[in-house]
């Protein structure tokens, strides 16, 4: 069985510009969850989606959003970015609330 | 969203010593307990995990206690290994005791001197 697969994993941007970070989670899996991770503040949950709907959300800005397609297949958007979205953006998945969620390897976003 | 806090940030141990490492939530909804190893460059693993209604779960040389009445949970590693060196997580769900999501503690970094 295939694992959670992020793409791309590395990817430089210039402040201001916007990206569009992608993740497949686990075949069946049908929530996906995403993260930030940064030295300074751990790992931080954006969102969560389940069938195409967003459950739950993190306390992050608008300009961090998100969307899940027919095929659980999820992307992340983040908007305007800033030097301090510099971060490695980590995707999970699993089959029903509060089982294991498998993380993906994540993407390293550098913005400069 | 929840609060858990995890210490030590830093432990070094022995090889073939125990590690010792304990986070504490603040929603008393928190139903299901997750521990996770970080390797460098890899995404986190879920090592072993404890949901509300047991006081405690083991695997091997990994386990985990959970006291729900004073809010609080604790990884034990014994017999540690070089491989056991990595960064470890805890996490609750991030709204307490319904939906997907996960509020990480701030992690530790373990460290197995040979």
């Known amino acids: 069985k295939a694992g959670v697969t992020q793409t791309p994993r590395y990817l430089i941007k210039t402040r201001g510009q916007q990206v569009t970070l992608s993740c497949s989670p686990i075949?069946?899996?049908?929530?996906v969850s995403w993260y930030q991770q940064t030295p300074g503040q751990g790992l931080q949950f954006l969102f969560e989606?389940?069938?195409?709907?967003?459950?739950n959300k993190g306390n992050f800005p608008g300009r961090f959003s998100g969307r899940q397609f027919s095929n659980s297949r999820s992307e992340m958007n983040v908007s305007t970015l800033e030097l301090g979205d510099s971060a490695l953006y980590l995707c999970?998945?699993?089959?029903?609330?509060?089982?294991?969620?498998?993380f993906g390897q994540g993407t390293r976003l550098t913005v400069v | 969203g929840e609060n858990v806090e995890q210490h030590p940030s830093t432990l070094s141990v022995q090889e073939g010593d125990s590690a010792v490492i304990k986070c504490t939530y603040s929603?008393?909804?928190?139903?299901?307990f997750p521990w996770y190893k970080q390797e460098l460059g890899k995404g986190p693993q879920l090592i072993i995990d404890?949901?509300?209604?047991?006081g405690e779960k083991k695997d091997q040389r990994i386990a985990v206690t959970l006291n729900k009445t004073a809010k609080h949970f604790s990884l034990h590693i014994t017999e540690t290994q070089p491989e056991d060196s990595a960064v470890y997580f805890c996490?609750?769900?991030?709204?307490?005791?319904?939906?997907?999501?996960?509020?990480f503690g701030k992690g530790t970094h373990l460290i197995i001197q040979p």
């Open positions: 404890i949901r509300s209604n047991v």
């Open positions: 989606y389940f069938s195409e709907t967003q459950r």
């Open positions: 996490a609750v769900p991030y709204s307490g005791g319904g939906a997907d999501g996960l509020t």
């Open positions: 999970a998945s699993s089959d029903t609330e509060n089982t294991e969620a498998f």
């Open positions: 075949s069946g899996h049908r929530s």
């Open positions: 929603d008393s909804a928190s139903n299901y």
